[in-house]
């Protein structure tokens, strides 16, 4: 056997002589080649791929949008023992070798020469960089060669600590974690200055296998990875033989750590991300960009939490649709799979599926996805009352077996005293909108029970009809064309050949009654269909059209009849949103807006938002679309509409600076209440996505959810009604007559007025005395001759 041993001897001292010549060639090929390889200045100011990240206005995560998680640190940020992993495993010599490692090559070079295989050991921390920075992932010996070159010219023009913080950052380490500060995060949530020795060790073992020995993906594997990571710090003098042995024995800790999100607001994080797409396309996603929207974390998380329970609430006023499905009542050797089973079914927070297992007269016992089991009381279980197909109601429950059964899987719901309630996945929808009325921003926005449920965003996309939720435009229509709040409007029964049906119209006010003459301000702050339908016949649907498209309505799409009155027409709560803040900011036609500023990275301003404001020398003044008066004046009968209106359950709040108005639709297919203070504008709207009846007034299904936002956001806020401008004059009315009052006389009213349009003294004193004789009927009747 000697002459094989001899032929090995000859044959490793021949691949010495060419691995020495084929450094020499490589010395030449580097000095003619250096001129053609890459540019190394790219890596001193590189751009490494980052997510887009979006916040709230003070600061707290929303949500992330790319494939890379990553989480750009210096090199004075990573931990000494992390580098030191690092280098005992990686790269040895990487403080000492000019880029290539001769003696990692030789050796690489010997096993390919014995196995006839590539294998690693001979790449160095540098040309990895410059395979992660310059070169594709293809094993070729072209890009082998390619890669020495360009890692000794790396070498030579940046400082060792640079390449690596550029390799420590870029590397993927497995679960979309891009650099060690991300893996950090992925596997353990926390910084990388919080870690173990053996934690730092599992992150430095990872770039050897990212995806198949990672502590997730296998976690034996990864514990044998660590360990040898270990083994070679403490051969190589970083570690002690006790702290070796210390955390040799931890055990794995790693679980996945998705981004740490602060605040639930998924439709305004889409909302940014498709404004952010369609202006830099791709590069949103992984320029890093940070964005800094106009929400207040405070009032999205009360939005969130008042809306559905909202629609929870209104479930639970209607018919309940039993189970959603059923299972084998729950035994031991069930166990497993009825578990399974539960954590299959979507949960859609706060509303989560659960699993009857014991039924009592009036309570029931019930187990979570999570195995906890809670009990419901019947103060949770009564409101189940089923609707017959007729549409009749069941009969009332009077014990828990009338409305589950053992093994029914069911929905159940916390509320706030920590109570448990039976209820049901809402099929009615919603939206909350609140917006600052000086500027638009956008504080807090949800456009659905739950985006998980449905993305599609109600709050801008939904098309709804306001009903009378509008008719505060059509009365300021009015207003701005000379009348006034005292005008006299005939509440009387009226048919209509309207265009756009095929019968005549006959328009009813909402409890079918009829009050005969009726002041501007009664009929709003009473939403009188009858008034405001011969009020925009007195103003006239052409004037009153190109009033509404100044604030912003599209004229193209309104209704040229008198429908219009009682809003027939579509809009999205954003658009209606958008309206009232004319109303609650003195006439100044602002935009809504989401977002504050974008930054890049490194926290240099990139945009900035300047937001149009309703002031008349700021620096960018929005458009004036109304008198101011105007504006104050229907403020001043919407904060009538809370004090004794359709909106009086909001004096709750106990507030004198609220104003608003209640919104339903014909068959009840929609209903809102947009209502606000100098400060803080709230639009909520309720309805199916597929039009059906909600069957209850807006003054019923979402005022209720105003007043409970309302009452968290302002907690504390100083009262802030809105100011009243100049021009506006007070006069005692005689309410009957719109008139000015009588001297001494005892029922009069105060009313406001453009000091223009303030009413003169009436000389007829004796007519007067008549028409006030008459009874209420006669009064009707004189009016109609005369007007």
Not at 495 to 505: A, G, M, V
Not at 579 to 588: F, P, Q
Not at 689 to 704: N, V
Request: charged share 20%.
């Amino acid at each position: 056997m000697s002459w094989i041993k001899l032929f090995f001897r000859r044959g490793l001292w021949a691949l010495l002589s060419l691995m020495l010549a084929f450094l020499v060639i490589l010395a030449l090929g580097y000095l003619y080649l250096n001129s053609q390889l890459p540019t190394v200045d790219t890596l001193r100011e590189v751009q490494l791929q980052e997510p887009l990240r979006v916040y709230t206005r003070d600061g707290k995560l929303i949500t992330t949008f790319g494939e890379k998680r990553r989480i750009p640190i210096t090199i004075d940020e990573v931990p000494p023992q992390l580098i030191q992993a690092i280098l005992a495993t990686e790269d040895q010599r990487f403080y000492s070798h000019p880029g290539i490692d001769i003696y990692g090559l030789a050796r690489a070079a010997i096993e390919l020469a014995k196995t006839g295989e590539k294998v690693q050991g001979g790449s160095t921390i540098t040309m990895q960089v410059a395979r992660n920075f310059f070169l594709s992932n293809k094993k070729t010996y072209l890009r082998k060669v390619n890669e020495i070159l360009l890692a000794i010219k790396i070498d030579r023009e940046l400082s060792k600590d640079k390449i690596l913080e550029l390799y420590l950052n870029k590397i993927y380490l497995g679960n979309r974690a891009y650099g060690v500060a991300a893996a950090a995060k992925v596997y353990y949530g926390k910084p990388l200055s919080e870690l173990t020795l053996a934690q730092l060790a599992m992150i430095a073992g990872l770039p050897k296998a990212p995806s198949a020995i990672n502590p997730l993906a296998n976690p034996k594997a990864a514990f044998k990875r660590r360990n040898h990571v270990l083994s070679r710090m403490l051969e190589e003098g970083y570690i002690t033989q006790q702290q070796y042995n210390e955390a040799i024995t931890e055990k794995i800790s790693a679980i996945y750590h998705g981004p740490n999100i602060e605040v639930h607001a998924p439709y305004v994080g889409e909302m940014i991300r498709q404004a952010l797409y369609s202006n830099f396309g791709e590069q949103a996603y992984t320029r890093g960009y940070h964005v800094y929207t106009t929400v207040d974390s405070r009032l999205q998380q009360i939005a969130n939490a008042t809306l559905q329970h909202g629609l929870i609430q209104y479930e639970q006023r209607h018919d309940y649709r039993g189970a959603e499905t059923q299972l084998a009542p729950l035994t031991t050797a069930n166990r497993a799979a009825t578990l399974k089973a539960l954590q299959t079914l979507p949960t859609y927070h706060p509303v989560f599926p659960a699993i009857v297992t014991d039924i009592q007269a009036q309570s029931i016992q019930v187990m979570l996805a999570n195995e906890q089991i809670i009990t419901i009381n019947w103060d949770g279980l009564a409101w189940a009352r089923k609707r017959l197909p007729n549409g009749h109601w069941d009969r009332k429950p009077t014990q828990s077996s009338d409305i589950v059964k053992l093994g029914d899987v069911i929905r159940v719901y916390q509320t706030e005293n920590h109570r448990w309630q039976l209820t049901q996945i809402p099929e009615i929808e919603g939206s909350l909108i609140a917006l600052r009325p000086q500027d638009g921003a956008i504080q807090a926005l949800v456009g659905g029970f739950s985006y998980q449920k449905s993305n599609f965003n109600r709050a801008t996309q939904a098309k709804r009809q306001p009903g009378s939720s509008f008719k505060p435009f059509i009365y300021a229509a009015a207003l701005a064309k000379g009348f006034t709040l005292a005008t006299m409007i005939n509440d009387a029964p009226i048919i209509l050949d309207d265009p756009s049906l095929e019968t005549q119209w006959r328009p009813q006010n909402h409890n079918r009654k009829f009050y005969g003459p009726t002041r501007l301000r009664e009929g709003l702050i009473r939403s009188r269909n009858l008034v405001s339908i011969r009020l925009l016949e007195g103003i006239g649907i052409v004037d009153t059209i190109d009033f509404l498209a100044q604030l912003g309505f599209d004229a193209a799409t309104l209704p040229r009849t008198l429908s219009l009155a009682l809003g027939s027409l579509t809009a999205t709560p954003m658009e209606l949103t958008a309206g009232y803040a004319i109303i609650a900011n003195g006439g100044y036609r602002i935009t809504p807006y989401l977002i504050h500023q974008i930054t890049d990275s490194q926290g240099e301003i990139l945009l900035a938002a300047q937001p149009g404001t309703a002031c008349k020398n700021c620096a960018n003044p929005a458009p004036q679309v109304m008198d101011e008066r105007v504006a104050y004046l229907i403020s001043s009968a919407l904060s009538d509409t809370i004090t004794r209106g359709t909106g009086r359950a909001a004096q709750v709040l106990n507030r004198q600076d609220l104003a608003g108005k209640t919104g339903s639709t014909n068959d009840f297919f929609d209903a809102w209440f947009s209502g606000y203070n100098a400060n803080l504008l709230t639009t909520i709207w309720l309805g199916f996505d597929q039009p059906k009846s909600l069957r209850e007034y807006g003054s019923r299904a979402a005022l209720p959810i105003w007043i409970d936002f309302m009452r968290h956001a302002l907690f504390n806020q100083p009262h802030a009604p809105i100011p009243q401008p100049l021009g506006i004059d007070i006069a005692e009315i005689d309410p009957a007559s719109g008139q000015l009052a009588n001297p001494g006389q005892t029922d009069s009213i105060i009313e406001y007025f453009r000091e223009e349009l303030v009413p003169q003294p009436v000389t007829d004193t004796g007519w007067m005395d008549y028409y006030q004789s008459q009874s209420k009927p006669e009064r009707e009747n004189l009016w109609r001759r005369l007007f």
